[in-house]
């Protein structure tokens, strides 16, 4: 600081010598630690009662390029159905809240398009620990496996606490498709394509082939815990029969729960998702 009385007993703040720039395009996220050098013990007057440190900054916004297929409404082609929403089945509101995502965010369905697939929740993991959640969004997924936000403001997902400079995990999850994430961390720049086992996290088995090239989410988790066992069929066995509904047991999104969603519950029965996937 420039010239403090010594002891600095006046309640006033002051900054350091140093430039605070240095810091910039930091990842705000994880432990920060203050470092307090006494270099005049002799002349102290008082005691430190108690320090803090606040981070101030402009929210920066990322909008990501994302590409997903479910094998579910999957209908060839690099083209998935949208039966969901000529049926006008698809809720205006973003239907993470729940158990067992519990995701508090307020996104509402405002979208104009004509090829809406359904929800999809997507998560920026920390580099360091992929087990962090750094930020999640939800969007609406698109036939064509793209994914845009839910005001209509446009192609790719925003996302507002990621920086331009830092490197994530991202992970995509949905209501009754196996959860995947990518195999490394990567930038938020370019095209985050999940239709191909390569940028997968151990993607040949997390990934489905749905021909042509392309790979899709494993469709069936109807408990949407990422893991495919009794509990799913159980699920499934309660309610066999229901038409035109919203419902995690409807896993081809087509309106209907019937025999076609368990065979595909059944094809892919055992199936996991990476443990730090999985509720």
């Not at 039966?83 to 698809?90: A, E, F, G, R, V």
């Not at 936000?149 to 498709?177: I, P, W």
């Not at 370019?190 to 489905?208: E, K, P």
């Not at 892919?268 to 730090?276: G, Q, T």
């Amino acid at each position: 600081a420039t010239n403090p009385p010594c002891p600095p007993t006046d309640g006033n703040s002051y900054q350091p010598n140093g430039n605070l720039s240095d810091f910039d395009g930091e990842n705000l996220n994880g432990d920060w630690t203050l470092t307090v050098n006494d270099v005049y013990p002799s002349e102290d007057g008082g005691q430190l009662q108690n320090w803090a440190l606040e981070i101030c900054y402009t929210p920066q916004v990322v909008n990501l390029d994302l590409k997903v297929m479910l094998e579910g409404p999957y209908l060839g082609a690099s083209t998935m159905s949208n039966d969901l929403q000529t049926l006008s089945l698809i809720p205006s509101t973003q239907p993470f809240n729940g158990a067992p995502w519990n995701y508090a965010g307020t996104e509402n369905n405002a979208s104009s398009a004509a090829n809406i697939v359904d929800w999809i929740l997507v998560e920026a993991r920390s580099a360091a620990n992929n087990a962090t959640i750094i930020e999640q969004r939800a969007g609406l997924l698109l036939t064509d496996g793209s994914i845009i936000e839910s005001d209509g403001s446009g192609a790719g997902l925003r996302f507002f606490n990621l920086g331009t400079a830092s490197t994530y995990f991202f992970s995509v999850k949905t209501r009754n498709h196996m959860a995947v994430m990518t195999d490394e961390d990567i930038s938020v720049s370019g095209l985050i394509d999940f239709t191909q086992t390569a940028n997968v996290s151990n993607g040949t088995s997390q990934l489905t082939n749905l021909g042509g090239g392309v790979f899709g989410l494993h469709a069936g988790d109807f408990t949407s815990n990422n893991v495919f066992t009794v509990d799913d069929f159980n699920a499934y066995i309660t309610n066999p029969s229901n038409i035109y509904s919203y419902s995690n047991l409807d896993t081809n999104k087509d309106g209907l729960v019937t025999v076609q969603d368990y065979n595909l519950y059944r094809k892919n029965m055992s199936k996991a998702s990476l443990p730090v996937l999985q509720y």
